[in-house]
């Protein structure tokens, strides 16, 4: 049987781990390229298609310990604040939200014995094994090596895997793959999003009956909802400059930010936004990038998952889900007894032709509704005046289409149809 390690040991990284774990005795090698398992930001969003996944595994029990859902169950969104002058409604199935350290907690706890846990090991490059056979030889940057039969790189935005192979197509003079650097470099959006976790008594005291408390909310372009039971609440401040799109970004992704500087950013918003900005102590600032849409996501032996593969924006709260979703389809694709280490590259593409498709069309879509957020969505804000009622409803109109996803079942159907590839492959 293959042995798979993992580069990266964030959500998709341990989720794969669990799955195979669950489904296998595989041996797995998991490398992580910090001191300990940790993780930045702070809320994730779960929606139906990962609650049928942990149910699946047998972990939403403990999961559903550790999630907050909105205490208005007629809408994901909650109750309109009269303050409010904007707030677009969604009609989808109500989702649940944990602190995301919760998750990798969880996924921690649900590790296999037969996974082997590497710390302080970042991947630099991999090639075909000189031995002569078709196994992968790793290098990492400490000058270490290591032998796998399959590479999973579930190793974040940056990530080496995808670099590496994708200037592996390159030199093979793939058609359309000369210019990697598109796919190897991921791209700023023009946004700054500014983080913070508050606790929901001190906005209680600031602000009494703030729908930031309660429910999950959408206003102007400052997203929060609670975590860690209601106890914290979760806020994301969206600050976008249209020239800025695509461009380089000068200086660290992620820096600490200064309350003022949060507040003179949103300084025009409503007194129930302003109150919870004012409760965000040492907000962090992201500069907010992606990758782009790729063309593949395997090749021979090696795949990526996850923000490695498709880092989006987070305007659908689905990151961490879709590497969920990745993991699973991959796990279960790897553990299944018709999998072999000669057709490990054909399995490979079933992973690829079941996910990928979806999670460019989620991104995209993600991305066409944070510019809606931010009022400069191409053919809506084109100088035509949209102000009246009917051009307000053909904007809610389109940010629900780009939403329909959601409220659709499918994860184990998605995983029906990647065993009927593979038992057509085998057969």
């Known amino acids: 049987r293959s042995v798979v390690v993992t580069s990266g040991a964030g959500i998709g990284g341990l989720m794969l781990a669990v799955v195979l774990g669950k489904y296998s005795d595989i041996p797995i090698d998991l490398y992580e390229a910090q001191a300990e398992i940790t993780t930045v930001g702070a809320g994730v969003t779960v929606w139906r298609r990962t609650r049928e996944i ?89 000058e270490s090596t290591a032998i796998t039969d399959v590479l999973i790189g579930a190793d974040g935005i940056r990530s080496a895997t995808r670099r590496a192979l994708f200037e592996g197509l390159a030199k093979a003079s793939l058609p359309g793959l000369q210019n990697v650097s598109e796919y190897v470099n991921a791209m700023w959006t023009g946004t700054i999003v500014y983080r913070s976790l508050i606790p ?78 004012q409760c965000c102590e040492k907000p962090s600032r992201w500069a907010l990038h992606v990758t782009n849409n790729l063309p593949l996501s395997t090749s021979g032996r090696v795949a990526i998952i996850g923000d490695a593969c498709h880092a989006m924006t987070p305007h659908f709260g689905a990151g961490a889900g879709q590497a969920i979703e990745d993991a699973f389809i991959l796990g279960r694709l790897l553990s299944h007894n018709l999998t072999t280490l000669c057709n490990l590259p054909d399995v490979l593409r079933i992973y690829q032709d079941i ?25 809506y804000y084109d100088g035509e005046d949209r102000s009246d009622e009917d051009g307000l409803e053909q904007l809610k109109d389109a940010i629900n289409k780009n939403w329909e996803w959601l409220g659709q079942t499918g994860s184990m159907d998605d995983w029906a149809d990647a065993e009927r590839r593979l038992k057509e492959l085998a057969s």
């Not at 859902?69 to 969104?77: A, E, K, Q, V």
């Not at 995301?100 to 991999?126: E, F, G, Q, W």
């Not at 979806?358 to 995209?364: D, L, M, R, Y």
């Open 54 to 142: 942990m149910i699946e595994l047998g972990l939403y029990s403990e999961l559903s310990e550790v999630t907050t859902r909105s205490s208005d169950t007629s809408h994901p969104y909650g109750k309109p604040s009269p303050s409010i002058r904007l707030k677009f409604w969604v009609h989808l199935d109500e989702p649940s939200s944990l602190h995301r350290l919760d998750l990798v907690n969880l996924l921690i706890r649900h590790l296999p014995s037969s996974c082997t846990i590497h710390t302080m090991k970042r991947l630099k490059a991999y090639a075909r094994d000189d031995s002569g056979g078709l196994a992968l030889a790793l290098k990492f940057a400490d």
């Open 200 to 277: 929901t008594e001190n906005l209680e005291k600031l602000y009494p009956g703030n729908s930031a408390t309660k429910n999950m909310m959408l206003v102007g372009h400052i997203v929060t909802y609670p975590v860690s039971r209601g106890a914290l609440v979760n806020v994301a401040a969206f600050y976008t400059e249209a020239e800025d799109i695509g461009k380089k970004f000068e200086g660290h992704w992620v820096s600490d930010a200064s309350e003022e500087e949060l507040l003179k950013s949103f300084e025009n918003f409503e007194p129930e936004a302003r109150a919870i900005l």
């Open 355 to 379: 996910r990928l498709p979806a999670v460019t069309h989620i991104s995209q879509s993600a991305a066409i509704t944070g510019y809606m957020y931010d009022f400069m969505a191409p053919g």
